[in-house]
């Protein structure tokens, strides 16, 4: 039973585009919300993250929005650059600095 | 900068060998996670402490998996007769873990790649 899912396992986008990556969750106790970044043989990089107080929280190039009532969440990437491709995790915890629940990830390709 | 730091980054072991991995979180980091992350999956828990109290254990955690983190500050991961299924990359993330400071990101290692033989 997957409580957070990344339902695109790729996205390819060109250079200064707009990258967007999508989330749901299932879960109603979850109030926190992250996006991590993942290069290979690294560990996952924190982006952004936003409460569940709020719809939108931005962040220079990234902007996370949430829909609480459709439990969806999207990680929006403006300009993209190449240095963007990488494996982006959505990951959930119902109450910060409790464990996290991650997605199965999406691989991002900015393609210059 | 200090980072969460993990040791070894590789291990190449035999089959029912036992294995221990270290992770130093960020000073002052009150709350310490270990996941585990298998090819096409994303981190899932295993463990975490609260200092040196072990708060929660995954069902992940077999009885052949142990934790400890004894002074509140390194922890460490062991996993007796390791199997085949073991194989993965272990990470470590560590985070400020107290109330006052809110909703608070966990940082990560870049992780200990296990692989058994």
């Known amino acids: 039973d997957q409580q957070v899912k990344q339902n695109s396992p790729s996205l390819s986008v060109q250079e200064g585009r707009i990258s967007i990556l999508n989330c749901d969750y299932t879960?109603?106790?979850?109030?926190?919300f992250l996006w991590y970044k993942k290069y290979p043989a690294e560990g996952p990089t924190f982006l952004i993250s936003?409460?569940?107080?709020?719809d939108k929280n931005e962040d220079g190039r990234f902007t996370v929005f949430l829909n609480k009532s459709a439990k969806h969440l999207s990680l929006h990437i403006v300009p993209s650059q190449p240095g963007d491709s990488a494996v982006y995790f959505c990951?959930?915890?119902?109450?910060?600095?409790?464990?996290?629940?991650f997605g199965k990830g999406t691989r991002l390709s900015v393609i210059a | 900068d200090t980072g969460v730091s993990q040791d070894p980054r590789h291990k190449i072991t035999k089959r029912g060998q036992n294995v221990t991995f270290r992770c130093d979180p960020i000073?002052?980091?009150?709350?310490l996670y270990w996941y585990r992350q298998t090819l096409g999956q994303g981190p899932e828990f295993l463990t975490y402490?609260?200092?040196?109290?072990?708060?929660?254990k995954s069902r992940l955690l077999s009885d052949r998996f142990s934790a400890e983190r004894p002074k509140g500050s390194f922890s460490t991961l062991e996993i007796q007769r390791t199997e085949q299924g073991d194989s993965a990359m272990y990470l470590c993330?560590?985070?400020?873990?107290?109330?006052?400071?809110?909703?608070?990101?966990?940082?990560f290692g870049d992780g200990t790649r296990l692989s058994i033989l």
């Open positions: 993330a560590s985070s400020p873990g107290t109330v006052r400071w809110g909703n608070q990101p966990q940082h």
């Open positions: 936003i409460s569940s107080i709020k």
């Open positions: 879960n109603s106790m979850f109030d926190y």
């Open positions: 000073s002052e980091h009150n709350r």
């Open positions: 990951a959930a915890s119902d109450s910060g600095n409790t464990p996290l629940v």
């Open positions: 402490f609260q200092n040196e109290a072990q708060l929660e």
